[in-house]
């Protein structure tokens, strides 16, 4: 039996553990939260009469066995709560962003490289049906060389949303705004489809928030790759939250996602439509994708068995240094 905490009893926090609750080899030892009160409700509802609550993450490690701890919290808090578990001999997952800051990643590759245990990112669209269509069709080259693509987050969020945190929407806190919170995952699909970026030219601006936020609600991006170019354009200053929308244009045809939904041309113009019922339930809102389930049950796999792991810091690398220069090229 995996022992498993799990630090942050928010709405991401209750994705992660209504998927453990789940898995017959996992048993969640402990909540933690900094209200004691949303530590033990968690704790009665997804564990069991033996899951113990805690306000403090260093509390938790001294007085109960953990293999595997789940960090859920306010970005700022993952790297130094990530070095703890590592410090401890603990397995990591954590929610994205890995870091805030160039420097915070440096230190979490480091801890990493001083410890056994391993360390995964929860960029859960890398397991949608969709995703892992796409990826074989563009590994496999069925439609050629890839053109050109282009991406769109148009999502919504309102002051309530911010308000309600105490930290989303700061510098100090968030590390940003709808790049590293919600946009990010659409990035990371672009270098996880795309390789290394070699150049990048970017906006980003504050539109509807501006006496609530510091931080950016929309951003514009030209992306080069070895290919040739994306355009990328997210905002979280629209009416509602849409499925995100990734074009690819290839030598032999055309490549459509958006949600659950993949369309495909080829160049005679004949399409085929796949409309995928994704991973079982959706566990949080239908927009951050269903794939949270098979994302966290391939970590504990790949503990298991010694297998790299689809989302391990090395993977993540190349989409964390894209949004650290798209951040270091404005200005604050």
Not at 82 to 95: I, T
Request: proline residues 2%; glycine residues 8%.
């Amino acid at each position: 039996m995996i022992r498993v905490g799990i630090v942050g009893c928010g709405n991401i926090g209750k994705v992660h553990a209504e998927v453990l609750k789940n898995m017959e080899e996992v048993q969640i030892e402990a909540f933690v939260d900094k209200n004691l009160i949303n530590a033990s409700r968690y704790s009665k509802l997804y564990g069991t009469e033996k899951t113990c609550s805690y306000t403090s993450l260093s509390q938790m490690f001294d007085e109960e066995k953990i293999d595997v701890l789940h960090i859920c919290t306010p970005h700022s808090l993952h790297v130094p709560m990530a070095k703890e578990a590592l410090k401890r001999n603990v397995h990591v997952f954590m929610e994205k962003p890995p870091a805030i800051s160039e420097k915070d990643f440096l230190s979490l590759k480091n801890a990493k490289k001083n410890s056994e245990k391993e360390v995964g990112i929860c960029f859960q669209n890398r397991y949608n049906e969709t995703t892992e269509k796409v990826y074989d069709i563009l590994k496999k080259k069925k439609l050629g060389n890839v053109l050109g693509a282009r991406a769109f987050v148009t999502w919504k969020r309102q002051r309530e949303y911010y308000e309600s945190s105490g930290w989303r929407g700061k510098w100090d806190t968030e590390g940003g705004g709808l790049l590293i919170n919600q946009a990010i995952h659409t990035l990371d699909l672009l270098t996880y489809f795309f390789g290394e970026v070699k150049g990048v030219e970017v906006s980003m601006h504050n539109h509807h928030l501006k006496d609530v936020i510091e931080v950016e609600d929309t951003v514009e991006a030209y992306m080069t790759f070895q290919f040739g170019t994306v355009c990328f354009y997210a905002t979280s200053a629209y009416a509602e939250d849409s499925p995100v929308l990734l074009d690819i244009v290839c030598e032999e045809g055309h490549i459509r996602m958006e949600g659950d939904r993949l369309n495909i041309w080829n160049r005679n113009g004949n399409k085929i439509t796949y409309n995928f019922a994704g991973h079982g339930v959706c566990m949080g809102k239908k927009y951050w994708g269903n794939s949270h389930g098979a994302c966290i049950q391939d970590f504990y796999d790949c503990i298991e068995t010694h297998r790299a792991y689809r989302n391990d810091l090395e993977s993540v690398e190349n989409t964390m240094s894209v949004m650290f220069k798209m951040y270091n090229s404005i200005k604050r």
